[in-house]
Nanobody, 120 residues
Framework: QVQLVESGGGLVQAGGSLRLSCTAS????????MGWFRQAPGKERETVAQ????????FYADSVKGRFTISRHNARNTVYLQMNNLKPEDTAVYYC?????????????WGQGTQVTVSS
C-alpha cells in the first residue's frame, strides 16, 4: 500500500517562505505527473502546481504563479513545493499526489497533508 507523506508546513507571517516535501513509501513517483494540491476550510481541494515526470513542464494555478515553484528529485522519490511571498489566502492543508493526466483522479490514496498557516 502506497503511503504519501507530506512535510514542511507550519505557521509563517505574510511574506514569508516555506518549502514542502512529499515522499512515498511502497511506490516510486517515476513516470508519474506529480502535483501539489490544497484544501482550505470549507472549500474544495484545488490544484496548486503540477510537474511532469521528467520535470520538463510545470503548471501553476494563477493564484500562485510567480510565488511557488514545484520541483522533483526522482532518485530521492521526492517532490517539493517552494512557497515564497506567502499570503493569508494560502492557508490550507497541502497534499501531493500523482495523476495519469491533468485533472484525472489521483493515482494514490491521499496522505495526511501538511498544514500551512499564514498570518497577516
Amino acid at each position: 500500500q502506497v503511503q504519501l507523506v507530506e512535510s514542511g508546513g507550519g505557521l509563517v507571517q505574510a511574506g514569508g517562505s516555506l518549502r514542502l516535501s512529499c515522499t512515498a513509501s511502497g511506490r516510486t513517483f517515476a513516470g508519474h505527473l506529480m502535483g501539489w494540491f490544497r484544501q482550505a476550510p470549507g472549500k474544495e481541494r484545488e490544484t496548486v502546481a503540477q510537474i511532469t515526470w521528467n520535470a520538463g513542464s510545470t503548471f501553476y494555478a494563477d493564484s500562485v504563479k510567480g510565488r511557488f515553484t514545484i520541483s522533483r528529485h526522482n532518485a530521492r522519490n521526492t517532490v517539493y513545493l517552494q512557497m515564497n511571498n506567502l499570503k493569508p489566502e494560502d492557508t490550507a492543508v497541502y497534499y501531493c499526489n500523482a495523476e495519469q493526466s491533468p485533472g484525472a483522479p489521483p493515482v494514490f490514496p491521499w496522505g495526511q497533508g501538511t498544514q500551512v498557516t499564514v498570518s497577516s
